[in-house]
């Protein structure tokens, strides 16, 4: 399974940024966003169930991160707002067949590769 994750860069800080992560062909129970900052382990960020498009999300970006999906596309957007630097990290999608409220790494059957986010001051 090729997880397509695109839309990382350099953001300043107080924007906003929109993620998207595509699985051709497939869907799985839910879907969700990891980071990696520098130096640090991977945490959960968001995730979401496929189907009901229900969501749960780190208290570290609470009120800062909306999810929409394309059905036709299989494709999962994250936008998230109000940017900080410690925002700054490889983001990566993963999707696996566990449902609401799944946010360990071990829950998740497949990876995208990551893409990175920059957060300037």
């Known amino acids: 399974v090729q997880l397509q994750a695109s839309g990382g860069g350099l953001m300043q800080a107080g924007g906003s940024l929109r993620l998207s992560c595509a699985t051709p062909g497939q869907t799985f129970t839910s879907m969700a966003w990891f980071r990696q900052a520098p130096g640090k382990e991977r945490e959960f960020v968001l995730g979401l169930t496929w189907s009901g498009g229900t969501t749960w999300s780190a208290a570290s970006v609470k009120g800062r991160v909306d999810v929409s999906r394309d059905y036709n596309k299989n494709t999962m957007h994250l936008q998230m707002s109000r940017l900080k630097p410690e925002d700054t990290a490889v983001y990566y999608c993963?999707?696996?067949?566990?449902?609401?409220?799944?946010?360990?790494?071990?829950?998740?059957?497949?990876w995208g590769r990551g893409t990175l986010v920059t957060v300037s001051s």
């Open positions: 993963a999707v696996g067949k566990r449902g609401w409220g799944a946010r360990l790494e071990s829950e998740y059957m497949y």
